[in-house]
């Protein structure tokens, strides 16, 4: 007797160490290599360039040097500017990849669509350099069809810099949003063509309201994307323009200052923070 309860007890204990013995690794990985450099970062930013004790100064920088200041400005106005755009050209590509396409084709079509992503971030980026260049395609053909007498300047400018990224975002914010019309059911557009709505008004109210998780959530992730990366702006827009990522890689690179490229990081993931807690209600899709 004793046996069989001992062995009943041991099931359900080995039921409930299964959940742990599998998120073990995810865990101890998220410890290694994120919350642990997170720390050591954090400390960073708290120390001296010239060594000494725990201080404010590499934060108080930020805050009294004005182009640090301006280089978080440029970061969240090009961010922006990339988010706004890849919504408003991923929206319609999406609802046509959804509605349009007929079902047996849709999987081509996305795979079409997706294939940016196969293609090297930075491959990406000298293409389009040689685009924009002042004797680049778009050049050629201004001058060549007599609309400009003289190259435009195109590359080394916030519009290289943006397309760039609009070029990257607007395919990642389609899946989204596919992902997310596909799961409407067409009850809705039904119901409310009984009620006696227009598509226009459908979309306005039931429609689009319904799809806004999916809008919000790569958004957010463009966002994120966007406002970290240092490839793209180090490429296409040069060094006319100072954002965030270069402002931390200047520090690291030029002055090997890491307590103040500490600070300038720490900073620039609590703006991240505080733009995941204006969308937080978006970004929890719930399903019945």
């Given at each position: 007797m004793s046996s069989n309860g001992n062995s009943g007890n041991a099931l359900p204990r080995a039921g409930r160490a299964l959940p742990w013995a599998l998120v073990t690794p995810a865990l101890g990985w998220t410890l290694l290599f994120f919350v642990l450099p997170f720390i050591a970062m954090?400390?960073?930013?708290?120390?001296?360039?010239?060594?000494?004790?725990?201080?404010?100064?590499?934060?108080?920088?930020?805050?009294?040097?004005?182009?640090?200041?301006?280089?978080?400005?440029?970061?969240?106005?090009?961010?922006?500017?990339?988010?706004?755009?890849?919504?408003?050209?991923a929206y319609p590509f999406a609802w046509i990849l959804a509605e349009q396409v007929p079902e047996r084709w849709q999987r081509l079509a996305l795979m079409l669509a997706v294939l940016p992503f196969w293609t090297s971030y930075v491959v990406r980026s000298y293409s389009w350099l040689l685009v924009l260049a002042q004797n680049g395609v778009i050049n050629r053909a201004l001058t060549g069809s007599g609309l400009v007498a003289e190259p435009l300047q195109l590359a080394n400018t916030r519009l290289a810099t943006v397309t760039g990224f609009v070029h990257f975002f607007v395919m990642l914010l389609t899946l989204t949003i596919f992902a997310n019309l596909k799961q409407l059911s067409p009850s809705y557009r039904k119901a409310a063509a009984d009620l006696?709505?227009?598509?226009?008004?459908?979309?306005?109210?039931?429609?689009?309201?319904?799809?806004?998780?999916?809008?919000?959530?790569?958004?957010?992730?463009?966002?994120?994307?966007?406002?970290?990366?240092?490839?793209?702006?180090?490429?296409?827009?040069?060094?006319?323009e100072l954002l965030m990522p270069q402002l931390v890689m200047m520090q690291i690179g030029r002055r090997g200052d890491f307590p103040l490229a500490s600070a300038l990081s720490i900073i620039l993931m609590a703006v991240v923070t505080v733009a995941y807690l204006a969308c937080a209600r978006w970004l929890k899709i719930e399903r019945a």
């Open positions: 954090g400390f960073s930013s708290l120390t001296a360039h010239e060594g000494g004790g725990f201080t404010l100064s590499n934060y108080s920088q930020f805050f009294t040097n004005p182009s640090y200041w301006q280089a978080m400005v440029n970061s969240l106005q090009v961010t922006a500017i990339v988010t706004l755009l890849s919504v408003l050209l006696g709505a227009g598509p226009v008004r459908t979309f306005l109210h039931v429609i689009l309201p319904l799809t806004l998780p999916g809008i919000m959530v790569g958004a957010f992730l463009t966002f994120v994307l966007c406002i970290g990366d240092y490839i793209t702006p180090q490429i296409l827009g040069g060094n006319n």
